[in-house]
């Protein structure tokens, strides 16, 4: 059966600190992988990683994939309290989504 | 506001009662999902439409639950029976041709009691 499994499954960090979420899979054929937030209610998309290799960035956060070994990471530098959120990682493939439990960040003053 | 709206916010029913749930999507997206999020689980893919179509429904989606789109607009989750297993939050998306970058509404919880 297909898996996406993320680590840690939480994590408490402080204001500035860096952090890395991790987000490894066992599927077999996929077209992309995505990074959801969740705050309270509803998830907002960061990134949709389809390539190996390459890192999207997007201000304090960046993703990349590595195919070979089957995983991808998330990273939030500096992180702030306004990062404190849920977030999964979404296997993709002709809409059928591959969810990830998620990682619970919360980020303290 | 623009983006996508859910109805109702919260609903609490009696085991064996039916509920019915109401997604209006972005107007100008085309494809329409329903997730089903527990505690402690990311969101579950249930079901999605292309306009009025509904293409694909996860085995999730039992008998008891149907889901309609009847215009390409706004679209209509039933739960008949309900179960207290069905206790969850009911999220709704919709989204341009491509499935990624999916805007969700802010879902409806609810509880079976």
């Known amino acids: 059966e297909d898996k996406v499994v993320q680590s840690p499954l939480s994590l408490v960090v402080h204001e500035g600190d860096t952090v890395t979420l991790n987000c490894s899979y066992e599927?077999?054929?996929?077209?992309?992988l995505l990074w959801y937030k969740q705050e309270k209610k509803a998830p907002t998309f960061l990134f949709m990683l389809t390539s190996s290799g390459i890192e999207k960035k997007s201000g304090r956060l960046s993703s990349i994939l590595d195919k070979k070994e089957l995983f991808s990471i998330l990273n939030i530098t500096a992180t702030q309290t306004g990062d404190s959120a849920v977030y999964l990682c979404?296997?993709?493939?002709?809409?059928?989504?591959?969810f990830g439990a998620g990682t619970r960040l919360t980020v303290k003053p | 506001d623009t983006g996508v709206s859910q109805d109702p916010r919260h609903k609490i029913t009696k085991r064996g009662q039916n509920v019915t749930f109401r997604c209006d999507p972005i107007?100008?997206?085309?494809?329409l999902y329903w997730y089903r999020q527990t505690l402690g689980q990311g969101p579950e893919f249930l079901t999605y439409f292309q306009n009025e179509a509904q293409l694909e429904k996860s085995r999730l989606l039992s008998d008891r639950f149907s889901a309609e789109r009847p215009k390409g607009s706004f679209s209509t989750l039933e739960i008949q029976r309900t179960e207290q297993g069905d206790s969850a939050m009911y999220l709704c998306a919709s989204s341009l041709e491509e499935v990624y970058e999916q805007y969700f509404g802010p879902g409806t919880r609810l509880t079976v009691t």
């Open positions: 979404v296997l993709y493939n002709n809409n059928d989504m591959r």
């Open positions: 107007s100008e997206h085309n494809r």
């Open positions: 599927v077999t054929n996929f077209r992309s």
